[in-house]
């Protein structure tokens, strides 16, 4: 199957997975876990239940978002405790190539296109008609982007592509 055929898979699951129940972090997890990693347990989207509504129903950072987070923490996640001295251990999240890199994406890549990263914002409009139709479209579209953008840095797995890109907006100001 082409990666492009993938993606699309990944992207229309997850949209569909709001149909069924699941929340915005649960419907983008299922969608990656389900046709990237059929060989891990489905127990596994237990973790992100509660990164819904922005972390339990809490309004903070985005479900969705914190689902792709997950997602592409199985691609590319530690598997462990780093190996070497406490420099290597840095240099694997801070360097280029870089762990923070590939994650700083996702983050960036949501504000970028809805001007937040946080529920109560995304979702602000709607608070007193909470899940009505618009809202319910528009938690809908960020699913689905946010599980094509998982998609898109899972297939193929690439540390070296990703893990090279510039830092977007990061807490410790680095600029790039």
Not at 84 to 96: F, N, R, S, V, W
Not at 110 to 135: A, P, V
Not at 161 to 175: A, C, F, R, T, Y
Request: hydrophobic share 40%; glycine share 12%; net charge neutral.
């Amino acid at each position: 199957m082409e990666r492009e055929e993938i993606i699309a898979r990944v992207k229309k699951r997850a949209r569909d997975n709001f149909k069924t129940g699941l929340n915005c972090a649960e419907c983008v997890f299922e969608a990656v876990l389900t046709e990237l990693f059929p060989e891990l347990p489905p127990e596994t989207m237990a973790m992100v239940t509660g990164f819904g509504g922005g972390c339990g129903l809490y309004g903070d950072t985005c479900g969705a978002l914190l689902g792709a987070m997950a997602a592409v923490g199985l691609a590319y996640g530690r598997k462990g405790k780093p190996e070497g001295d406490l420099a290597q251990a840095k240099a694997e999240l801070y360097g280029k190539p870089g762990l923070y890199r590939i994650f700083n994406r996702l983050p960036n890549e949501l504000k970028k296109r809805y001007g937040s990263t946080m529920c109560r914002d995304l979702t602000k409009k709607w608070q007193k008609e909470w899940l009505c139709r618009e809202h319910a479209l528009q938690v809908r579209d960020i699913i689905g982007e946010m599980a094509e953008l998982a998609a898109e840095m899972i297939v193929p797995k690439d540390v070296e592509g990703w893990g090279s890109q510039p830092l977007g907006e990061n807490v410790e100001g680095i600029k790039e």
